[in-house]
């Protein structure tokens, strides 16, 4: 199938060697002003076509100047989010519109295209709180992340891979949460009695 034909389900389709491509060139940009980066979606789980790629990142923070300031006050600056500016003004990426017209470019998600390629891009910035459970959501595919949200229900349990990850009521403390924190990728699918599969074995 062509980039140019669409997918069965209506979704555009791309070729695995051109995705990688731009992975390769975004993760390139991003690499240095990141603690920790990685390529997920269909691209991780192996597939031959996929219809986006996905960049999971931890953002770098670091002190600039505060060109407002006279005084060379610095401020808190998403290192990430500056290079992203720069790609943007040179015209490499743009925002994607969605369906409505809008764009969505938050602090947390940003949805892009690959303007050489014309190659969806969706950037997720994490934090080393929910780092794991995002590389498993964001990773997929649907079926694989419906099972570990049915299986943490059935443990008493709530999958929030955006916050806080593995959470439940404290029944000693009303109004709080128990938060379980995970330490890997496999601790994830363990943690709720799950088998722990590869990336290019999750459907």
């Not at 979704?11 to 731009?22: C, D, E, I, M, W």
């Given at each position: 199938m062509s980039a140019t034909q669409a997918a069965?389900?209506?979704?555009?389709?791309?070729?695995?060697?051109?995705?990688?491509?731009?992975?390769?060139?975004l993760v390139k940009a991003l690499e240095p002003v990141c603690s920790r980066i990685l390529v997920a979606g269909s691209l991780r789980r192996r597939k031959a076509e996929v219809g986006d790629v996905e960049i999971l990142y931890i953002p770098i923070v670091l002190?600039?100047?505060?060109?407002?300031?006279?005084f060379g006050k610095t401020i808190a600056t998403n290192a990430a989010d500056a290079v992203l500016k720069k790609l943007l003004d040179a015209g490499a990426i743009a925002k994607r519109p969605n369906a409505i017209g809008g764009t969505s470019w938050g602090a947390q998600n940003k949805l892009a295209l690959h303007c050489a390629s014309g190659i969806p891009v969706d950037l997720f910035a994490a934090t080393n709180e929910n780092w794991w459970n995002l590389v498993v959501s964001r990773t997929g595919g649907a079926a694989s992340n419906i099972a570990i949200c049915q299986a943490a229900i059935e443990s008493g349990w709530k999958w929030n891979p955006y916050g806080e990850g593995?959470?439940?009521?404290?029944?000693?403390?009303?109004?709080?949460?128990?938060?379980?924190?995970?330490?890997?990728?496999?601790?994830?699918?363990?943690?709720?009695?799950?088998?722990?599969?590869?990336?290019w074995e999750r459907e």
């Open positions: 069965p389900a209506g979704k555009v389709k791309y070729p695995r060697a051109a995705a990688l491509n731009v992975a390769r060139e002190p600039m100047a505060d060109p407002a300031d006279l593995f959470s439940r009521p404290n029944p000693e403390r009303p109004g709080w949460l128990l938060i379980k924190e995970m330490h890997s990728e496999r601790e994830v699918f363990e943690f709720i009695g799950l088998e722990w599969l590869e990336p």
